[in-house]
């Protein structure tokens, strides 16, 4: 009788560690590929981060009208075949895109040896750019001034202009410093009224 429930406690026992130990054990996972599908899911939903951006200066190509250095600074000068919506409205009675041909800009950066405190490459800032422009054949002509101004390819000198007529074009600019707006100190004195003259065609 003491042999028969010996054996039957030893029986209840080891049903009993066999049970807990079920119960303990863990199904093994892997957990390299359930990183892997959770990262597909992941990316399936994900939105759409590889377009290419949109290049809000796209447009026409400038035209050249002309360039020269001097005085440790590239002056050049060109006009874009349509006008710009510049703002502020009206700026400096600028006229807007829808009531121009053209936007006619100036150029000045700084090049080696520039003696007024410009690195090359820098804008060239408090600038007074004026200009006046004749048609060689018809005699049309027409002038203003160039204002500061900054766009998606950098600071410039610029003016929208309606043009009275197609052809061949003498264009004067003169470029002086801005007295009213800019000064200086502790540099070279400033350069005079420089004047640049040059010829450009203009078709619609």
């Not at 066999?18 to 939105?47: F, R, W, Y």
């Not at 290049?55 to 590239?74: H, L, Q, R, W």
């Not at 390819?153 to 929208?160: F, K, T």
Request: glycine share 8%.
């Amino acid at each position: 009788m003491f042999n028969k429930k010996l054996i039957l406690s030893s029986l209840v026992l080891s049903l009993g560690i066999l049970m807990l130990a079920g119960c303990s054990a863990k199904p093994e996972v892997n957990s390299d590929s359930s990183h892997q599908e959770t990262k597909k899911a992941i990316e399936a939903n994900a939105p759409e981060h590889n377009a290419q951006p949109v290049d809000a200066t796209a447009g026409p190509a400038d035209v050249p009208i002309g360039k020269e250095n001097k005085f440790g600074t590239e002056f050049a000068f060109v006009y874009i075949p349509v006008a710009k919506n510049v703002h502020p409205v009206n700026y400096h009675g600028m006229p807007g895109d829808k009531e121009a041909d053209i936007h006619l800009e100036g150029d000045f950066h700084a090049i080696e040896d520039n003696k007024w405190g410009f690195a090359p490459g820098d804008w060239i800032p408090g600038m007074k750019v004026t200009y006046e422009a004749t048609n060689k054949k018809t005699g049309d002509k027409l002038s203003g001034r160039l204002y500061p101004m900054t766009a998606g390819d950098g600071p410039h000198y610029g003016l929208n202009v309606k043009m009275p007529s197609e052809g061949t074009y003498d264009f004067t600019f003169w470029v002086e410093l801005d007295t009213d707006n800019f000064a200086y100190h502790d540099v070279e004195e400033w350069w005079t009224k420089q004047e640049f003259k040059y010829t450009a065609d203009y078709k619609k």
